[in-house]
Nanobody, 124 residues
């Protein structure tokens, strides 16, 4: 059974940093396309960053240059390092995965497996 469990969210001030983690079980993370999404209250879920089995990385314009997606295959864990955080980064952040290979930041409906989310709150 595929399970994704996020952690690392919290409350930080503008300009701060957080590292989100997504622990994977039930499959080998390196074999899947994986991504981070976020959803703020009253807004649609939007892609933040994605990676595929070949090491490709893809970012939304809103976080490009401030965020880094990475995997630790030995730990079967996906990460999202976020720096220079802004109040508009405040949202619930979700980890997602799919067996298909994507060479882009795919849409939410293209990922079959989801975690429960971790809250990120950035104050000004």
């Amino acid at each position: 059974q595929v399970q994704l469990v996020e952690s690392g969210g919290g409350s930080v001030q503008s300009g701060g940093s957080l590292r989100l983690s997504c622990a994977v079980s039930g499959y080998t993370a390196s074999d899947y396309s994986m991504a981070w999404f976020r959803q703020a209250p009253g807004k649609e879920r939007e892609g933040v960053a994605a990676t595929n089995s070949f090491g490709g990385t893809y970012y939304a314009d809103s976080v490009k240059g401030r965020s880094t997606i990475s995997r630790d295959n030995a730990k079967n864990t996906l990460y999202l390092q976020m720096n220079s955080l802004k109040p508009e980064d405040t949202a619930m952040y979700y980890c997602a995965a799919d067996r298909r290979w994507y060479w882009r930041l795919a849409a939410p409906h293209e990922y079959n497996y989801w975690g429960q989310g971790t809250q990120v709150t950035v104050s000004s």
